[in-house]
């Protein structure tokens, strides 16, 4: 019978924080990009310039609707042709990518959200159209995107360890390396498990804690 022995983890932590340090270096770096990507897609969407609203429609759903595992191997090994990228670059990169499709729709509908006649008030009273969408639209709508970029910014975090099948030494890379070393699987799936727990509900607190903030702002 199987005899469980979680001392092994005491052996391999340096190695697991190291691979922990990894997963959070290349999510935060991915939460970044993809929220200005997010960003940069929400405006093409709710363009008035034709041309610029295609550009980020075919964007949204040419990532929405592919796998993010295809496009870490396209990224890595398709660019890689043609671009000398490292499998962190590649691996934040592709991330990036793929959140900032699924923020951007989070930002376009919250913006959307927004009754126009605001808009409208501000520019019958001398606005520009950045001033409108800085300081009457973006604070507003700021607050109604924050729990679903939360629960984005989540998947992301879960969602980096497949960046583990491009040998980037995150969390997971790590877990099958000792697994393979030390066949103590459910000890140490179970620990990282843990952790990815750890990071994604400190995540999910911290955001809490914002939007109780912004609330008490008003």
Known sequence: MYQLHFGVLAEYMPSILD???????????????????????????????FAIQTIGNIYVEWIRNTPLLIQILF?????????????????????????????????????????????????????????????????????????????????????SSLVSVIAVADLTYVAKNIVTTTFRAFEVWLAIAAFYFILSFGLSLAVRKLEKRLAESD
Request: proline share 3%; with cysteine; net charge positive.
């Open 75 to 159: 990224i890595y090994f398709g660019l890689g042709v043609f671009f000398s990228l490292s499998p962190v670059t590649a691996s934040v990169f592709a991330l990036a990518f793929f959140s900032g499709a699924y923020i951007t729709e989070i930002i376009r509908a919250g913006i959307q959200s927004i009754h126009r006649g605001q808009r409208e008030a501000a520019l019958s009273i001398g606005m520009t159209e950045w001033q409108a969408m800085r300081l009457i639209i973006l604070p507003q709508a700021v607050k109604r995107i924050l729990p679903p970029l939360a629960g984005q910014f989540i998947t992301l975090v879960k969602d």
């Open 19 to 49: 691979g922990l340090l990894v997963t959070i270096k290349i999510s935060a770096l991915s939460i970044v990009f993809g929220t200005v990507m997010g960003i940069a897609g929400a405006l093409c969407r709710i363009s008035r310039s």
